[in-house]
């Protein structure tokens, strides 16, 4: 499914990130722990050149534990700084913290250091600002573009967060990118086939976490794609006049149930093995 999103205010919001850099001492480029290399936008590096940056993916308590463990390993040994959190249940957020304080004297200065939070919609930039400084200071929201503009917070002596915008690359490398974002709630629902995204779901659940997807829908067995799907929606009672599945009231289940990892924690991405483990 070909998914294309990149409103006028995401390419003015691409501008007003660049004029900032000079203000900015490092950026969180913030991700989806579900899609840790496809909810960092590709051109996004192009963007902040050689700006100084680390990693943070939120909602990890959605996402596949041992994926989550096999990333932290490559950063590691990458020598990248990443973090994965949860905005909700605040996991990770007192490391990030520490390493963010840790900034000042590591730059030695004698004023707070600038941060900005980047990422694509619906990760919760905000969230995290208002996780991070332990009050409401950003408008949060389960949306894509909640955030329309720049705000500064100041969080205490030690740092200044800067809330940006959410923002997309005008096209996606591969069609499947835009299945990826769709899927987490990146894309605006209005700009895709929910039942065609429904679909996707189940044909990505039926390969990868099949147990998961039985468990949750009560199914006995995994058939096509548009098979499971009816089974599913019959299992659920979702059925219009003469017994016909309800596709769209189905499609908008599972689809709000994926989003909200009530199927189960998964992962998109994950790291792929080196040649010379593959080869053992």
Not at 25 to 51: E, H, M, P, T
Not at 111 to 120: D, L, P, T, W
Request: charged share 30%.
């Amino acid at each position: 499914m070909a998914i294309q999103w990149y409103p006028g205010h995401m390419a003015k919001a691409t501008r007003q990130i660049k004029e900032q850099l000079k203000n900015i001492d490092i950026i969180i480029i913030l991700g989806d722990s579900r899609a840790v290399q496809r909810s960092i936008i590709g051109n996004f590096f192009d963007v902040i050149g050689n700006k100084r940056y680390c990693l943070v993916y939120n909602k990890s308590d959605l996402a596949d534990e041992n994926a989550i463990t096999q990333w932290k390993t490559r950063f590691r040994e990458e020598g990248i700084d990443a973090f994965f959190i949860d905005c909700i249940s605040k996991k990770g957020i007192k490391e990030l913290v520490t390493f963010l304080s840790g900034l000042k004297e590591k730059f030695r200065f004698d004023r707070e250091v600038k941060v900005m939070i980047a990422g694509i919609p619906n990760v919760g930039k905000s969230m995290l600002i208002n996780s991070i400084a332990g009050r409401s200071s950003a408008q949060t929201g389960n949306r894509p573009g909640v955030t329309k503009a720049n705000k500064w917070v100041r969080v205490n002596k030690d740092f200044y967060l800067l809330d940006t915008p959410g923002v997309l690359t005008p096209k996606f490398d591969a069609e499947e990118d835009g299945f990826v974002l769709a899927a987490i709630g990146s894309v605006k629902d209005t700009v895709f086939d929910r039942e065609e995204l429904a679909l996707k779901i189940i044909e990505f659940m039926s390969e990868s976490y099949p147990d998961l997807l039985m468990e949750r829908y009560k199914l006995k067995e995994i058939g096509t794609p548009l098979e499971t799907y009816e089974q599913i929606g019959i299992n659920r009672g979702f059925k219009s006049k003469g017994g016909i599945v309800d596709y769209e009231r189905t499609a908008n289940m599972i689809l709000d149930e994926f989003k909200n990892g009530k199927i189960g924690k998964i992962a998109f991405d994950k790291p792929e093995k080196d040649e010379e483990n593959e080869s053992e």
